[in-house]
């Protein structure tokens, strides 16, 4: 027994012997520098910080190309340097490979360390950061095209130095600046307008080695665009209007003519240049816009507001601004009989006419009634809304408001008001050319009118109305006639307008308008002949004067007193004895 345990012992000790033989390397230790011999690399990444000491616990990541363009990496790459500085890549397919620094768990760090590696099979290749104390910074300013932006200050954010300016190349340095991130306060005149513009920071990347470039990109301002004539709110009656404007770019100058366009929102494009003269704007309320482009496509626009009223010497209904005229009733007083029987009679105190706006006309009518002893006064006013389509005139819209009051004074309480809105579909033609009315023309207007009437009255309220009708109308142009006025005699060519049983004739001249207007009331002839008017200062001043005659009217209203309906009734005979 003792011997066969002792060759146990014996074959167990050779075994043992033999095991340690076999993990020994013939060759000696391997070394952390040697490749593996397995077709396999490594990369060996060494880390400093500013003192030259191992950077311990800077966090190093790794990507691999694999295509144009195309890296990939995941956190299973990325390694940490450790006490002596160091960080080991083991396993590694032959390849290109980027190192980078991503930053430290305890400290920040300022900018970014990259290094390019391409491995081949069996090699190891070490990569060393060592972060520097001072950089030289490298700065190239352009414009957003790319094109260099020269004698610019440029001046660091922290501080360095003193600003510096940039050259021809848009290329600055400043040498021997601390390592940290940097914005850039970019500072200057470009012809003579100060410029100053805060960048966002940029990181500072160090690729092989190598402090990259930065470049600073500086926004190209639009242009400064400013319309130097006519004033905003500008009134025109009709005649040329030169526009003067003008257009600076910082980076540029002066903005070409080319580039200097001029247009309304009313009649479009109108030219182009500092100073373009446009003959005749539409009628209305323009917004004359001016648009300026520099050489890198940036616009900016300045704009005004310009009110063109209708004015022509040759045309026979103009509505220059701030134009009136005055008429003359050849009656004084007119006799009314409502439908139970009372009477009252109309003195009619004022009869005027004016522009409203660039494309309308009101006329106000007051008058005082007297009834059982009792005076009231009463205003009646009638606006048109005209649009002008070639040669011709038309009515887009009519506004009406009949106010009586309380007493005899315009500011006594209303006792009864009544509101009448109109609309045309389609527009109600009134002057079929304007400035060529031939003897003997005829034609027709039919319309749809659309009327929404707000009645109120101190004891009853407010009551709303609804009507719709058709107005078919026939003009005929009589044959010209010489109209005897207070402010002497004027040539009239006379347009007469039938509708159903009524008729109404304007008698027009020639750059005034309405002279006189003759109208039919209850078989009694109504006219009211022009007394003053401050277009003549626009065209020829006439002297002389002329009274007109004096008659009686009397007629009856069908509708009961203080209701809508006798409101409205009333609104259609004032409306007839206006000159609208």
Request: charged content about 20%; overall charge negative; aromatic content about 10%.
């Amino acid at each position: 027994m003792r011997s066969d345990m002792t060759k146990i012992i014996q074959m167990g000790i050779v075994l043992c012997v033999l095991a340690a033989g076999c993990e020994k390397n013939p060759a000696g230790p391997k070394t952390e520098t040697e490749p593996e011999l397995n077709g396999y690399s490594r990369i060996i990444v060494y880390a400093y910080d500013e003192k030259g000491e191992p950077f311990e616990g800077l966090n190093i990541g790794m990507s691999r190309k694999i295509g144009e363009n195309h890296w990939e990496g995941s956190s299973r790459d990325d390694r940490v340097i450790d006490k002596q500085g160091m960080a080991v890549y083991d396993s590694l397919a032959a390849g290109d490979y980027c190192i980078r620094n991503q930053g430290h768990e305890e400290r920040y760090v300022l900018g970014a360390l990259i290094t390019y590696v391409t491995l081949e099979e069996n090699e190891t290749e070490t990569v060393t950061f060592n972060y520097p104390l001072t950089i030289t910074l490298d700065v190239m300013v352009k414009w957003l095209n790319g094109e260099p932006a020269a004698g610019l200050r440029i001046r660091t954010i922290p501080e360095t130095f003193y600003s510096k300016q940039t050259g021809e190349d848009g290329r600055v340095i400043f040498e021997n600046v601390p390592v940290v991130d940097y914005q850039f306060l970019i500072i200057g005149y470009i012809r003579q307008r100060y410029v100053e513009v805060t960048t966002w920071h940029f990181p500072l990347q160090i690729i092989n080695g190598e402090i990259q470039p930065i470049t600073v990109y500086v926004n190209n301002n639009p242009p400064e665009i400013h319309i130097n004539s006519p004033q905003n709110n500008d009134i025109n009656n009709g005649a040329d209007i030169q526009f003067i404007g003008k257009g600076f770019d910082f980076e540029d100058g002066d903005i070409a003519d080319s580039s200097l366009v001029w247009s309304s929102r009313i009649d479009g494009y109108l030219g182009t240049g500092e100073s373009i003269t446009v003959e005749r704007l539409s009628p209305g309320n323009h917004t004359i816009i001016l648009t300026g482009t520099d050489s890198f496509d940036n616009s900016a626009a300045d704009s005004i507001t310009v009110n063109v009223s209708f004015y022509s010497k040759d045309t026979y209904f103009p509505i220059p601004h701030d134009i009136s005229w005055t008429y003359q009733y050849s009656t004084d007083e007119i006799t009314v009989t409502d439908a139970i029987g009372n009477t009252e009679s109309w003195a009619i105190n004022r009869l005027r006419a004016s522009t409203e706006g660039p494309s309308s006309r009101r006329t106000v009518m007051n008058y005082i009634v007297t009834r059982n002893g009792e005076s009231k006064n009463c205003e009646y006013s009638v606006t048109d809304d005209y649009s002008f389509e070639g040669g011709d005139i038309y009515v887009t819209g009519t506004t009406e408001r009949l106010t009586i009051y309380e007493g005899p004074f315009m500011d006594d309480e209303p006792e009864e008001t009544i509101d009448i809105v109109t609309t045309y579909s389609p527009l109600y033609l009134f002057i079929a050319g304007h400035d060529d009315l031939d003897t003997g023309e005829t034609y027709s207007s039919d319309v749809t009118a659309e009327s929404t009437m707000s009645y109120y009255h101190i004891e009853r309220g407010t009551s709303t109305i609804t009507d719709s009708r058709v107005i078919s109308t026939t003009y005929e142009v009589g044959t010209p006639v010489t109209i005897e006025t207070a402010l002497g005699p004027f040539e009239t060519v006379p347009l007469t307008a039938r509708t159903g049983d009524t008729e109404r004739t304007w008698h027009l001249s020639r750059g005034i308008g309405i002279v006189q207007y003759d109208f039919e009331l209850s078989g009694t002839p109504v006219t009211a002949v022009l007394s003053d008017t401050n277009i003549l200062e626009l065209g020829q001043k006439r002297g002389g004067h002329k009274d007109g005659y004096k008659a009686s009217v009397m007629f009856n209203l069908s509708s009961e007193p203080d209701t809508p309906e006798r409101m409205q009734e009333l609104c259609g005979v004032f409306r007839c004895l206006c000159p609208q």
